[in-house]
């Protein structure tokens, strides 16, 4: 069974500019979650899609947002690229249970110069 | 490889020896629990998870035990390797208004001594 796959695996960007991350989760999970993970700072939670719909934002501005595609794929949209947003950028897929762990890829790495 | 986090609360274990990470986490309510494994340019791997209703379980080579009264949950590696050197995340489930999000743990760095 393939595991939940992240592309790119590394981006780079100029302050400004716009990023776009893709996630495919694993075959059978309906929900997506997106999580950052700065140099220091741990897991932070960004972005809940569940069947197609944002389920749930963390606090993050609104230039953070994504989209979940009919076959469960999710996209990470950053606009406005600023020099804190660069972190890993981890995609994690759930089959939607309450109580069920989250399988997460390995991540994209975005560094804005 | 690159690090997943910097100041970082480090525990070095010769291998073989049992390894203990601990961790405090901060809501009452939490009902479930998680504990994932980072290596170095990956995603945090599942280890185990245990529900509120216990407060001890077991897998291969690693037991988790959870103590509610002071809001304290611990992972136990046995027989440790090379391999596990890591880094530790816990995580719990602060089950809100009806979402469903971890909030995950600074992390503990786990070293392991040849």
């Known amino acids: 069974e393939a595991g939940v796959t992240q592309s790119p695996t590394h981006l780079i960007k100029t302050r400004g500019q716009q990023a776009t991350l893709r996630c495919s989760p694993i075959s059978g999970h309906t929900s997506v979650y997106w999580y950052q993970q700065a140099l220091g700072l741990g897991l932070q939670f960004l972005l809940w899609y569940d069947e197609g719909e944002e389920r749930n934002r963390g606090n993050f501005p609104p230039r953070f947002s994504g989209r979940q595609f009919p076959n469960y794929s999710s996209e990470l949209n950053v606009n406005a690229l600023e020099l804190e947003d660069s972190a890993l950028y981890l995609c994690?897929?759930?089959?939607?249970?309450?109580?069920?762990?989250?399988?997460f890829g390995n991540g994209t790495r975005l560094t804005v110069t | 490889g690159e690090s997943v986090g910097l100041h970082l609360p480090t525990l070095s274990v010769q291998e073989g020896d049992n390894s203990i990470i601990n961790c405090a986490y901060s809501?009452?309510?939490?009902?479930?629990f998680i504990w994932y494994k980072q290596e170095s340019g990956k995603g945090p791997q599942f280890i185990i998870d245990?529900?509120?209703?216990?407060d001890k379980r077991q897998g291969q080579r690693v037991t988790v035990l959870l103590n509610k009264t002071v809001k304290h949950l611990s992972l136990q590696i046995a027989a440790t390797q090379p391999g596990d050197s890591a880094v530790y995340f816990c995580?719990?489930?602060?089950?809100?208004?009806?979402?469903?999000?971890?909030?995950f743990g600074k992390g503990t760095k786990l070293s392991v001594i040849p």
């Open positions: 245990i529900r509120s209703n216990m």
């Open positions: 809501n009452s309510a939490s009902d479930y």
């Open positions: 994690a897929s759930s089959p939607g249970q309450y109580n069920s762990p989250l399988h």
């Open positions: 995580a719990e489930n602060m089950r809100g208004a009806g979402s469903y999000q971890l909030t």
